[in-house]
């Protein structure tokens, strides 16, 4: 095939059929600040988005707390019927919005959880990077008020670093984190909302169940909610 009329092997020619459709996708402000400063970062967060998408696959109405540009959502939006993506900061609704393909649509809107539950009923809730910039005093209404829009059959994922990680952290990190925890005390917080909660470690990409202290990061898996 020539140059002129394609791709030199034939099975990339959808590559250009997938321009045509969906342009070149940009990245939202908060990945693209990863991707230019430290590129390694972008493949942790968007690792945390695939979990929370294989644990929630086939669930029907799912709620994003903290999407921030809602760059990861995609991931998720691949495997439920339904994503609705909620931030307090209107510019990165705005930011998510702007980009947002017709061929991948989701639900955004700007809302403060700490003023009160989403409208509607969710089968499961995911908040990434969210709590650990709650302050401790305001954390029973921020995860009352998620909780409340969770079904009885729902579940939720709260994933963030822990405070182990936090003698790691980027003083811009540690600007924004003022409610880290351990592994042990992220599960204890958290049954207090849930009948069962299952911590598990993050180093870089690989989720696992080891040692609490030396994860870099938490994901907490909730269900029965009380």
Known sequence: MSTGSGTKEPQYNMLFDV?????????GVMVNESWNQDPKRTVFTL??????????????????????DAFGTRIVQQTVGHVTAVD???????DARE??????????????????PVSGTFDAIYALDVL???EPDLEHKFLANTVASLSPTGVAIFGMPSLESQAYASPQSKEGHVNCKTGKD??????????S???FSMNDEV????????????????AHPK
Not at 88 to 94: A, G, N, S, T
Not at 100 to 109: C, V
Not at 207 to 222: D, Q
């Open 99 to 116: 980009r947002m393909d017709p061929h991948w649509p989701f639900d955004l809107a700007v809302h403060d959880m700490l003023a009160g």
């Open 19 to 27: 321009k045509r459709k969906h342009g070149v996708s940009r990245l």
């Open 132 to 134: 650990e910039h709650i």
């Open 47 to 68: 690792v945390r988005y695939k979990f929370v998408s294989r644990l929630f696959e086939g669930r029907e109405k799912v709620l994003e707390v903290g999407c921030a």
């Open 88 to 94: 307090f900061d209107p510019l990165f609704i705005e």
């Open 197 to 199: 909660v299952f911590i």
């Open 207 to 222: 989720v696992h169940t080891g040692f609490y202290p030396m994860a870099h990061y938490l994901m907490g898996v909730c």
């Open 186 to 195: 992220l599960k204890a917080t958290l049954e207090k909302y849930f009948h």
